[in-house]
């Protein structure tokens, strides 16, 4: 079974990409923001991580920073799944290792193709 790390700070959001890759056979992790997503990820291996932008404690930009830096992580698929849809900001995303991005609200069918073409 796949393994994907789902991160946001919205309860609602997490919930909805959660029931969405477990409804199709994903084994999914929920992390409130950068932080705690970065300490479960310090001691796992996920197939994707799935994060937000812009989250309290450690954005989502951050993150991949960190997850890049950790040997299991550099190729591992990140994407961002974010209101934020500017050149600017998916730029700076890719720069610092984002693999796609997703702008919210997410269609389940957009967000399971994309989660099956980056996971091998």
């Known amino acids: ?5 789902a991160v946001d700070d919205s309860a609602s959001m997490r919930q ?3 029931f969405t890759l477990q409804k199709a056979g994903y084994d999914v992790t929920q992390a409130s923001d950068g932080v705690e997503a970065l300490e ?5 291996e996920f197939d994707a991580i799935i994060s937000d932008v812009n989250m309290p404690n450690m954005d ?17 698929p990140i994407l961002m799944l974010t209101t934020e849809s500017g050149g600017d900001k998916k730029t700076e ?3 610092a ?11 389940p069918d ?3 193709a ?3 073409k980056v996971i091998r």
């Open 1 to 5: 079974m796949k393994r994907v790390l």
């Open 16 to 18: 909805m990409v959660g």
């Open 40 to 44: 479960i990820a310090k001691n796992s």
């Open 60 to 76: 989502g930009i951050t993150l991949i920073k960190h997850l890049r830096e950790l040997p299991q992580f550099k190729f591992t």
């Open 93 to 95: 995303g890719k720069a």
């Open 97 to 107: 290792g984002a693999t796609g991005w997703i702008v919210k609200p997410f269609n």
């Open 110 to 112: 957009q967000l399971l």
């Open 114 to 116: 994309v989660v099956a």
